[in-house]
């Protein structure tokens, strides 16, 4: 069939065909339209219903990449007019605009929502200096979130929005991909499930420290995942997310290595303190790393889509297995091969990787070290999280990392254990000493990326509104806005407790007794039991200013109602204090009892079991933090007895022994309901009642054996259903 044209539909053609071709390239430059704006509506209608309709979004496109994030929210007639630079910036924005009002704050541990009639005269502009803000650590992923299922994991997206973070760590569903993986390399079902860890100890199989422990991983994990991956994914990125997706760093299984005896294969020595499973690392020059690296990549963009960040972490607690006299070069090389690798298989990627290892092992990792390491990796393809700036200073150490680009935060949390602290003033000052430093180099990101989460929401409030006020706001102006949001208003009483706490316990930036003596545990009392406690010189903050607080927020707490969060934070003090006071008090009881005291032991064992009951009966108004809490998630989320039965014993060993033989037993001990009654007494009692048994019949007390015993009960207790 022939057709014409005439002079003017011609025209017309061409006048459709530019504006077609002017679409598709502002697509390109600048992505964001109308439709977009679907998910911070949705949010919010999640949040505050159909008050949602009340708010006028927009995003106002950026023409240059190098202005930050902002946004400008403005009252008029009922409405709340909201611009921003994208999504994220938008739902922070809107929450900003509602906490600042008193009407709404969201936390782990509830929401409080009390919008008024109409909406007051408000103005407001803010931006960052921080191109991103980020978020979770690889560890979160096995001590909090290994029994989320999407609608959990879709109130901490809602929550990471309104706190604008936007680099949020994006773990799950990666076991598939690895699966097929393997399998195309022939590996069988047997050998892939004597290799892959059970779902809560995942983390450290990731990150090549453990292989196996506390499997097999059922098959239903790597179906579930999957599909929950698949939702967080395309969540996060309708919010204008950038998630940090996995990537290769050169771990490969045992089976792997068994039928490549050509391939060079280095088996690594046991991890922190022996007892684990060997893992093996690939060297980064043998031909299998880049290949094997780019497959994986190749098959998580067939399941997850392309993605702009790739995590890969092959020297996590693990010292290089490099040569002496060619150290630099190699180190090098396997920092190129990571890179080219990422690069071959998603152009124009962003390698990320955790900063911890610098500071974890500073005698390895010198400067001439770390910087050979970065050596062949462009500067703006790299990002060095180093997010534990509150325990050590890695960045200064290595000259803002060598002009690579780099994020700066802190744990806060580590392995989920839930002391009360934090500094707010340390996080202000570091900032905004942060921001003036001439030597802080390609400084792109700020946030918090704890191990656990569900504690000390304070902390997380604070360190999201920083990179917005950029330190700038005074803490007491900060401080009564959040109360009046938490509670509905601030009172000069309420005000004054949280006055006391800023300087009895959020002055503390890192919880020295959770490593104390090389054991772990939050507390004394959350330690496997032993002599040694009699050495400790004491928990961090002050405890009398504790006890004020204390004082004047159980005074205050009565004036609100049942729900009111002020009930919360009043617990969370309470069985603070009682932690403390319990620490003190074994100390003392265990002197007594070598001293022959028994009367004063006893005195003191009756108080000790008298503060741990109730500890453990207060926490009742706590219902999320509790064992019984942990252990059913963890059943509930297999789909048959034995499945639910392998998840509980995970769910129940890794905040207790945890494995190995090192020191890392009770490294994510919990202050739950439930622990304090049936875990972390019980051991005290045992060791307690057989060091007076040895006083009062004048015989030595073996305490290795009594350890040992208490061992054997710990063990008992993971395998037991109850």
Same mark, same amino acid.
């Given at each position: 069939?022939?057709?014409t044209?005439?002079?003017?539909?011609?025209?017309l053609?061409?006048k459709?065909?530019l504006s077609?071709?002017f679409?598709c390239v502002?697509s390109?430059?600048?992505?964001?339209?109308?439709?977009d704006?679907?998910?911070?509506?949705a949010?919010?209608?999640?949040?505050?219903?159909n008050?949602?309709?009340e708010f006028?979004l927009?995003v106002?496109?950026?023409?240059d990449k190098?202005?930050?994030?902002?946004?400008?929210?403005e009252t008029?007639?009922n409405?709340?007019?909201?611009?921003?630079?994208?999504n994220t910036?938008?739902?922070?924005?809107?929450?900003?605009?509602l906490?600042?009002?008193?009407?709404?704050?969201?936390s782990?541990?509830?929401?409080r929502i009390?919008?008024p009639?109409?909406?007051?005269?408000?103005s407001k502009k803010?931006?960052?200096?921080?191109?991103y803000?980020e978020?979770?650590?690889a560890?979160?992923f096995?001590y909090?979130t290994?029994?989320?299922?999407?609608?959990?994991?879709?109130?901490?997206?809602d929550?990471?929005?309104?706190h604008?973070i936007n680099?949020?760590?994006?773990m799950?569903?990666?076991?598939a991909?690895?699966?097929a993986l393997?399998?195309?390399?022939?590996?069988?079902?047997?050998?892939?499930?004597?290799?892959?860890?059970?779902?809560?100890y995942?983390?450290?199989?990731?990150?090549g420290?453990?292989n196996?422990?506390?499997g097999?991983?059922?098959?239903?994990?790597?179906?579930?995942?999957e599909?929950?991956?698949?939702?967080?994914?395309?969540?996060?990125?309708?919010?204008?997310?950038?998630?940090?997706?996995?990537?290769?760093?050169g771990?490969v299984?045992k089976?792997f290595a068994?039928k490549?005896?050509?391939?060079k294969i280095t088996?690594?020595?046991?991890?922190?303190?022996g007892?684990f499973?060997?893992?093996?690392?690939?060297?980064s020059?043998?031909?299998l790393?880049?290949?094997i690296?780019?497959?994986?990549?190749e098959?998580?963009?067939?399941?997850?889509?392309?993605?702009n960040?790739?995590?890969?972490d092959?020297f996590?607690?693990?010292?290089?297995p490099?040569s002496e006299h060619n150290?630099?070069e190699e180190?090098s090389?396997y920092?190129s091969?990571?890179?080219?690798?990422?690069?071959?298989?998603a152009?124009?990627a962003?390698?990320?990787?955790?900063?911890w290892?610098?500071?974890d092992n500073?005698?390895f990792?010198?400067?001439e070290?770390?910087?050979?390491f970065?050596?062949k990796v462009p500067?703006?393809?790299?990002?060095?999280?180093?997010?534990a700036?509150?325990?050590?200073?890695v960045?200064?150490n290595?000259e803002?990392?060598y002009?690579?680009?780099?994020?700066?935060?802190?744990?806060h949390?580590y392995?989920?254990?839930?002391?009360v602290?934090?500094?707010?003033k340390?996080?202000?000052?570091?900032l905004?000493?942060?921001?003036k430093?001439?030597?802080k180099?390609n400084?792109?990101?700020?946030g918090?990326?704890?191990e656990?989460?569900n504690?000390?929401?304070i902390?997380?409030?604070?360190?999201?509104?920083l990179p917005w006020?950029?330190?700038?706001?005074?803490?007491n102006?900060w401080?009564v806005?959040?109360?009046?949001?938490r509670y509905?208003?601030?009172?000069?009483?309420?005000?004054?407790?949280w006055?006391?706490l800023?300087?009895s316990?959020?002055?503390?930036?890192?919880?020295?007794?959770?490593?104390?003596n090389d054991w772990?545990?939050?507390?004394?009392?959350f330690?496997?039991?032993?002599?040694k406690?009699?050495e400790f010189k004491?928990n961090?903050g002050d405890?009398e200013?504790?006890?004020?607080?204390?004082?004047?927020?159980t005074k205050?707490?009565?004036?609100?109602?049942?729900?009111n969060?002020?009930?919360?934070?009043l617990?969370?003090?309470?069985?603070?204090?009682?932690?403390? $006071?319990i620490? @003190?008090?074994?100390?003392?009881? !265990? *002197?007594?009892y070598?001293?022959k005291?028994?009367?004063? =032991?006893? +005195?003191?064992?009756k108080k000790?079991?008298?503060?741990?009951?109730h500890?453990?009966?207060?926490m009742?108004?706590q219902p999320l933090?509790s064992?019984d809490?942990?252990?059913?998630s963890?059943?509930d989320?297999? $789909?048959s007895? @034995?499945?639910?039965?392998?998840? !509980? *014993?995970?769910?129940?060993?890794l905040?207790t022994?945890? =494995?190995? +033989?090192?020191h890392l037993?009770?490294y994510?001990s919990?202050?739950?309901?439930g622990m304090?009654k049936g875990f972390?007494?019980?051991?005290w009692?045992?060791f307690l009642?057989?060091?007076k048994?040895a006083?009062i019949?004048?015989t030595?007390?073996?305490?290795?054996?009594?350890?040992?015993?208490i061992?054997n009960?710990?063990?008992n207790?993971? +395998?037991?259903?109850?």
């Amino acid at each position: 069939m022939k057709y014409t044209f005439s002079k003017t539909r011609n025209s017309l053609q061409i006048k459709i065909y530019l504006s077609f071709l002017f679409l598709c390239v502002t697509s390109i430059l600048y992505p964001q339209s109308a439709g977009d704006l679907d998910a911070p509506q949705a949010l919010l209608k999640r949040l505050i219903g159909n008050r949602s309709a009340e708010f006028q979004l927009s995003v106002v496109e950026k023409k240059d990449k190098i202005l930050p994030d902002w946004f400008e929210i403005e009252t008029d007639n009922n409405h709340v007019k909201i611009k921003a630079s994208n999504n994220t910036a938008l739902c922070y924005a809107a929450y900003t605009f509602l906490k600042d009002i008193g009407a709404v704050l969201i936390s782990w541990e509830g929401n409080r929502i009390e919008l008024p009639k109409t909406w007051p005269k408000y103005s407001k502009k803010a931006n960052t200096p921080f191109e991103y803000r980020e978020y979770l650590n690889a560890c979160t992923f096995g001590y909090t979130t290994p029994w989320w299922d999407w609608k959990r994991w879709e109130q901490e997206i809602d929550w990471m929005a309104l706190h604008g973070i936007n680099l949020p760590t994006a773990m799950e569903g990666q076991e598939a991909v690895w699966q097929a993986l393997w399998k195309e390399y022939g590996l069988s079902n047997v050998e892939l499930e004597s290799h892959f860890a059970g779902p809560a100890y995942l983390p450290w199989q990731r990150m090549g420290n453990i292989n196996s422990l506390e499997g097999p991983l059922p098959q239903e994990w790597f179906v579930k995942k999957e599909e929950l991956q698949k939702k967080i994914l395309e969540r996060m990125k309708a919010l204008d997310m950038h998630p940090v997706v996995p990537a290769f760093s050169g771990y490969v299984p045992k089976a792997f290595a068994e039928k490549h005896p050509e391939a060079k294969i280095t088996e690594l020595k046991s991890w922190s303190g022996g007892g684990f499973a060997s893992t093996f690392l690939l060297d980064s020059k043998d031909p299998l790393f880049k290949k094997i690296g780019k497959r994986f990549i190749e098959i998580y963009t067939q399941k997850y889509g392309k993605s702009n960040f790739y995590l890969a972490d092959s020297f996590n607690e693990i010292e290089p297995p490099v040569s002496e006299h060619n150290k630099y070069e190699e180190l090098s090389n396997y920092g190129s091969a990571i890179y080219e690798t990422i690069n071959e298989a998603a152009p124009g990627a962003v390698w990320v990787m955790q900063g911890w290892l610098f500071g974890d092992n500073k005698e390895f990792w010198t400067k001439e070290a770390t910087s050979a390491f970065l050596s062949k990796v462009p500067n703006d393809r790299l990002m060095i999280q180093d997010y534990a700036n509150d325990r050590y200073k890695v960045w200064e150490n290595q000259e803002a990392f060598y002009g690579k680009q780099w994020t700066y935060g802190y744990v806060h949390n580590y392995g989920g254990s839930n002391p009360v602290y934090g500094d707010l003033k340390f996080y202000k000052d570091e900032l905004t000493s942060l921001l003036k430093n001439p030597h802080k180099g390609n400084v792109v990101g700020y946030g918090a990326m704890p191990e656990g989460l569900n504690n000390n929401s304070i902390v997380y409030e604070y360190i999201y509104d920083l990179p917005w006020t950029k330190g700038e706001q005074p803490l007491n102006d900060w401080m009564v806005t959040y109360l009046n949001a938490r509670y509905g208003e601030t009172s000069k009483s309420a005000l004054q407790a949280w006055q006391l706490l800023l300087e009895s316990v959020y002055n503390v930036k890192y919880w020295e007794t959770r490593w104390w003596n090389d054991w772990a545990g939050a507390y004394l009392f959350f330690k496997r039991p032993m002599l040694k406690i009699t050495e400790f010189k004491g928990n961090p903050g002050d405890k009398e200013k504790l006890k004020e607080a204390l004082a004047v927020l159980t005074k205050e707490a009565k004036k609100y109602n049942k729900k009111n969060l002020i009930q919360y934070d009043l617990i969370d003090v309470s069985r603070h204090y009682y932690s403390l $006071s319990i620490d @003190e008090d074994l100390i003392a009881c !265990v *002197k007594a009892y070598e001293q022959k005291d028994i009367a004063k =032991g006893d +005195e003191l064992f009756k108080k000790i079991e008298k503060q741990a009951l109730h500890i453990d009966a207060i926490m009742s108004g706590q219902p999320l933090n509790s064992l019984d809490q942990w252990v059913k998630s963890a059943s509930d989320y297999g $789909s048959s007895p @034995e499945v639910s039965s392998l998840y !509980v *014993k995970n769910a129940k060993t890794l905040i207790t022994l945890w =494995g190995g +033989e090192g020191h890392l037993n009770d490294y994510a001990s919990r202050s739950w309901k439930g622990m304090y009654k049936g875990f972390y007494w019980p051991r005290w009692k045992m060791f307690l009642e057989a060091l007076k048994k040895a006083s009062i019949n004048n015989t030595s007390f073996d305490e290795n054996r009594e350890r040992e015993s208490i061992k054997n009960w710990e063990i008992n207790w993971t +395998e037991s259903n109850k």
